[in-house]
């Protein structure tokens, strides 16, 4: 611990140091080294991550640098209450064991073909992660998939590392289906048909390059999967049971939410609404639904199914952000950005994209666009072309965060469940040496396909 305490010290200091070279003024110093210092409190001690968060925010209160009104204005109140409508929709739906039944139904159309079987699982967790939300998808397919290794007493971890790169690959397509989805739409200003115009079409060419280097890298364990597949008569999956009442309720309120999602800003027009008012409005009116539907358990699907320590957390790091706009440091970093640039969109877009992805990697895709956006916006003040930047930073933030364990929620879901059930622990090159590779692959195809389309996206 005390080892951990010291080197959290050293790269606070650091890191503050380098930031000193843009020439930041007292103020703006001393409001990045207690955000630095507070993120890399975060990295060294994730399990107590929260108390970093609110000790940083008394910080930033005492010297003066975040005030109570601007706290509330930087806590991005909007992203937490549409988590906290969609985390409360799919708790009902995960207590009517919907995601189950629909995943088994899916696998037991694959038969005893193992290469087949992952390839579906592939696919199904970016759909799932696409839909509803990277967390939800990876909980029920890590689920599953652990059902399915120890049925065959297989290593389950080569199997939940490629359902992590589907999933947050996944988690770019639509604006749902990531926390980052959420933040991008509302201070970009971009609707869900936005997201399945320029999003879901990359990520879907990604998907297939990533099932391809899943299928040739993980391939001695799916060799090992069909091996004891053919060796059993049986089929690997049992349907779960679920009333036809409860399986029509869940398809109503599932669909109903995404296509409302899908066609909420052609609504918001049509009843001459705000932009990306619905966007809000429909998780929180599901939800309310849901709430009525559980009856005497709605306090317990509240209190449960919403992940409270988290959202808590987000409110303390968007409004530590904040203080970054606030004292006038994103625009220090967006002004170094134009001069490096010096003219050269195409260096700027990389930079953007691939410096996202490296702070996902090793911070949390959350944090980088809560860090980043500030910096885009402030861009766009100075007359560059921020659309293009917006999306590259979706891909850069969602693909990045595959790199290593804490790179994405899901990340250490995943990880977090397979040592609450004793199946192993995943090591640091474990998971590094094909997550760098997948980062690399998918970046690259990220790059290349948002530059060709600068020229077709709007101003």
């Not at 290469?115 to 699982?121: D, I, Q, R, Y």
């Not at 990531?178 to 990359?202: C, E, H, K, Q, S």
Request: hydrophobic share 55%; glycine share 6%.
């Amino acid at each position: 611990m005390t080892r951990k305490a010291i080197y959290c010290v050293l790269l606070t200091i650091f890191l503050s140091y380098l930031a000193s070279l843009l020439g930041l003024n007292f103020k703006q110093l001393v409001a990045t080294t207690v955000f630095l210092g507070i993120v890399c409190s975060t990295l060294f001690f994730w399990e107590l991550r929260l108390s970093f968060g609110l000790i940083g925010l008394t910080i930033l209160m005492l010297f003066g640098l975040l005030d109570v009104p601007h706290l509330i204005e930087f806590a991005s109140l909007d992203v937490v209450l549409f988590l906290i409508g969609m985390m409360i929709v799919v708790g009902f739906l995960e207590e009517r064991k919907f995601f189950e039944y629909v995943i088994e139904r899916l696998m037991t159309l694959v038969g005893k073909d193992a290469t087949k079987l992952t390839v579906v699982m592939l696919i199904t967790s970016f759909i799932s992660a696409a839909l509803v939300d990277e967390v939800t998808s990876i909980l029920f397919m890590c689920s599953t998939t652990l059902h399915l290794t120890r049925r065959y007493r297989l290593d389950p971890k080569p199997f939940i590392l490629m359902l992590v790169f589907c999933t947050n690959i996944g988690s770019s397509a639509t604006v749902v289906g990531n926390p980052i989805g959420v933040l991008i739409a509302l201070r970009g200003g971009f609707t869900f048909m936005d997201f399945l115009r320029w999003a879901a079409p990359i990520a879907l060419v990604s998907l297939a390059a990533a099932i391809f280097f899943c299928l040739f890298f993980f391939r001695k364990s799916i060799k090992a999967l069909q091996h004891e597949m053919k060796k059993e008569e049986k089929s690997p999956v049992q349907l779960e049971s679920i009333s036809k009442k409860n399986l029509r309720l869940c398809w109503s309120l599932f669909l109903g939410t995404i296509l409302l999602l899908v066609f909420h800003h052609q609504l918001e027009e049509w009843i001459h609404l705000e932009k990306n008012t619905l966007l809000l409005g429909i998780p929180l009116a599901a939800a309310g639904i849901a709430l009525i539907l559980s009856g005497v358990q709605a306090r317990e699907l509240a209190e449960k199914r919403v992940d409270w320590w988290t959202l808590t957390f987000f409110l303390a790091l968007f409004a530590k952000v904040g203080t970054l706009k606030y004292t006038g440091v994103t625009q220090v970093v967006a002004e170094r950005l134009a001069e490096v640039a010096h003219g050269n969109y195409t260096f700027l877009l990389s930079g953007v994209i691939w410096s996202s992805g490296l702070l996902s990697a090793f911070l949390d895709n959350v944090l980088a666009v809560a860090v980043f956006a500030p910096i885009l916006a402030d861009l766009k003040a100075l007359g560059l072309h921020t659309v293009p930047l917006w999306w590259g930073m979706l891909f850069g933030c969602a693909f990045g965060g595959n790199m290593t364990i804490i790179g994405s929620t899901a990340n250490i879901v995943a990880a977090g469940l397979i040592e609450r059930r004793k199946e192993g622990r995943f090591g640091f090159m474990e998971w590094v040496i094909p997550g760098t590779m997948i980062v690399i692959l998918t970046l690259v195809l990220a790059t290349l396909l948002v530059y060709l389309q600068i020229p077709l996206m709007p101003r």
